[in-house]
């Protein structure tokens, strides 16, 4: 059984729309992330929740707002979409925050087309 | 800022020969980082599969080893003898140390192995 859900696993917005992508962990983590990947860049970290609260935010812009409802969620709200948003975003958890030694597992992904 | 840098794929080797992908790694803001490969195989989700989170040790998983270099600041994957299962895409990442569980995540190396 998959420990971490990501829906939808495709998704296609056109700009200036505003969509939502979810992330529900089953492992029992405390700590959850978001990583995005555009094409033929690396992976690159975009929040840090603990405990359901934002610890790091790495993203410049705004328009990207995680939420996190319940302790195995967080999802990520993105508003005013552009084609540059185009790209596969990836949520993680680890057990903790503290300590970085911890394993972060990763989901499938949501791959964004924006048109 | 930090950074992951390594092999440029893509990298073919044929079935039980040796293979190692360089890694090299920019620790700015963290003076003694975690340091990971993870692996994605076709069809599947990024997985660890191996860590260090002590200078000079070693580190071991499925055949594969990484020492990690604090002199020369990388951490190589290698493996003596690869098999067709191994393709996939590898990735080397650092990882803070004690509130800072942010993974910064070098390209990717895609791995051909011909049977």
């Known amino acids: 059984d998959p420990k971490i859900i990501q829906k939808p696993k495709y998704l296609v917005a056109v700009t200036g729309s505003e969509k939502i992508l979810i992330c529900e962990q089953y492992l029992g983590h405390n700590a959850m992330y978001w990583y995005r990947q555009s094409a033929k860049k690396p992976l690159e970290f975009m929040f840090s929740?603990?405990?359901?609260?934002?610890?790091d935010n790495q993203t410049a812009s705004s328009r990207f707002q995680p939420q996190s409802s319940k302790k195995n969620h967080l999802d990520l709200q993105i508003t005013a979409l552009k084609p540059d948003d185009s790209a596969t975003y990836f949520c993680?958890?680890?057990?903790?925050?503290?300590?970085?030694?911890?394993?972060?597992?990763f989901g499938p992904g949501t791959r964004l087309t924006v048109l | 800022g930090d950074s992951v840098t390594q092999t440029e794929g893509p990298v073919t080797v044929s079935e039980s020969e040796s293979l190692i992908i360089n890694c090299t790694y920019s620790?700015?803001?963290?003076?003694?980082?975690?340091l990971f490969w993870y692996v994605r195989y076709p069809g599947e989700g990024l997985q660890l599969l191996l860590k260090?989170?002590?200078?000079?040790q070693k580190g071991s998983s499925r055949g594969f080893e990484a020492t990690y270099n604090k002199e020369t600041t990388s951490f190589h994957l290698q493996k003596a003898s690869v098999q067709e299962s191994d393709s996939a895409v590898y990735y080397c990442a650092l990882g803070g140390t004690g509130g800072n569980n942010k993974l910064t995540f070098g390209q990717g190396t895609v791995l051909s192995v011909i049977p």
């Open positions: 620790a700015t803001s963290i003076a003694y980082p975690n």
């Open positions: 260090v989170i002590t200078a000079g």
């Open positions: 993680a958890s680890s057990q903790d925050l503290d300590w970085g030694g911890y394993e972060q597992y």
């Open positions: 929740y603990s405990y359901q609260k934002l610890m």
